[in-house]
Each structure stands twice: as C-alpha cells, then as structure tokens.
C-alpha cells in the first residue's frame, strides 16, 4: 500500500523569505501523480500544484514549485517570495495513475507566516 | 460557480447522539467523494459516490456511518451514535470526471464530547 509521510508538523517562514516543505512517499508502482494541497483557515483545501511521475521536470506555479526526485521517492515544496496568505495547513498527496481516484495524503505540514 | 459547500461548519455532539453532514458538489459533477481528518492525522479516504451510486466505500470505518446521495445531487453523511474517536474533519469533494482534479470543500469539524 501507499504511503505519504511529512514529518515536519509546523513550519515558519518570515515575509519575503523562501521556505521548503518536506514530503516522501512509498510506492511499488511506476506511474502516479503527486500533489501539494493548501487549506487556509476555514477556507477551501485548493490545489496548489501537480507533478506527473513520467516528467522529469519539477512543476512550477508562479512562486510555488516542486523538488520531485522520483529514485528518492521525495516531493519538496518551495515557496519564494512567502507572503501572509501562504499561511495555511498544507498537505501532500499521492495518487495512481490508474483507474483509482483515491488520494492518498500526509498528515500536513502548517506554515506560519512572520511579518 | 460555486465550489463544494459543505455545512455545518462545525458540530458539537455528545456522544451517543446523531450528526448529519452534508455536501453539495459544484454543479455537475458526477464524482462525489468523502475523506476525514482525525487527531491531526493525515487525511484518509471514506467513500465515492458516482451520481447517486456509491462505487466504493472500503473508506467507511464501521455501520455507524452511512453516506447518501439521493438524485445524485448534495450528500449526506450520518454518524449514528456517535463516539469519541468519530471526531476530526470531515471533508468533501467533487469532480468532473474520475480522474479530474477533485475539488474540495472547507471541512466540517466535528467534536464528539
């Protein structure tokens, strides 16, 4: 079976700064995808960014990008420029690239925000 | 266009006592499904429903919840009774297509008391 595993439960960040959050997963199969979710506060839980593992290329979206080293089963998320609203529980999840629809999450990371 | 509603927002129950959660899914979306947040764990799968039928609920911890979605619309969530261990964050989500992006809703928390 698959695992997720974030092993850093709170993480801070200060204003303007760069912050890494840490994801690994356990996996037998060849072909998945991969995803970083953000849940503000009492706010929707939104997709912040997807990886395909057939692409070698780390995925971007504007400030958020990914360190995906599929050998390493490791999924980093990096956030430049970390703004107030970066602030939130974020979780990774994996999921089969076959006909399963089930995602399969970490135990998320909350990221604090210093102004 | 609306994103995945899910109400209440948060429910005290005590324990013995029955909770009804419900989901309403962005408007068309056939694929229907429920995950839950316990103690701060990770977040685990509970059931897919596909319109109104439930295609898989190996998620669903015991008899004590049952899950409905009927004209394949809005979905509800029993907890009956509820006990201690049932509290955490129940969320939902939708999507177009089995393989889409799912779209989730805020969460409801519930505490069992």
């Known amino acids: 079976a698959q695992t997720v595993t974030q092993s850093q439960p709170e993480m801070s960040v200060q204003e303007a700064e760069t912050v890494t959050l840490s994801c690994t997963y356990d996996?037998?199969?060849?072909?998945?995808?991969l995803f970083w979710y953000k849940q503000p506060p009492s706010r929707q839980m939104i997709l912040v960014i997807r990886?395909?593992?057939?692409?070698?290329q780390n995925a971007t979206e504007n400030r958020f990008s990914v360190n995906f080293q599929k050998a390493a089963k490791s999924f980093s998320l990096k956030i430049s420029d970390s703004q107030l609203g970066d602030a939130a529980m974020y979780f990774c999840?994996?999921?089969?690239?076959?006909?399963?629809?089930?995602?399969?999450f970490g135990s998320g990371t909350r990221l604090l925000v210093r102004p | 266009e609306a994103g995945v509603t899910q109400f209440p927002s948060h429910s005290v129950i005590e324990k013995g006592q029955t909770v009804t959660l419900r989901c309403d899914p962005i408007s068309g979306h056939d694929n229907l499904y429920w995950y839950r947040r316990v103690m701060g764990k990770e977040i685990k799968f509970l059931l897919h429903?596909?319109?109104?039928?439930?295609?898989?609920e190996s998620g669903m911890p015991n008899n004590r919840f049952l899950a409905e979605r009927t004209g394949g619309t809005y979905s509800t969530l029993k907890v009956q009774p509820a006990e201690l261990e049932d509290s955490g964050v129940y969320f939902c989500?939708?999507?177009?297509?089995?393989?889409?992006?799912?779209?989730f809703g805020q969460g409801t928390r519930l505490t069992v008391v």
């Open positions: 996996t037998s199969e060849s072909d998945y995808y």
């Open positions: 999840a994996y999921r089969s690239a076959d006909s399963s629809y089930k995602l399969i």
């Open positions: 989500a939708s999507s177009h297509r089995v393989r889409a992006e799912a779209f």
């Open positions: 990886q395909e593992a057939y692409k070698q």
């Open positions: 429903f596909v319109k109104e039928s439930k295609q898989d």
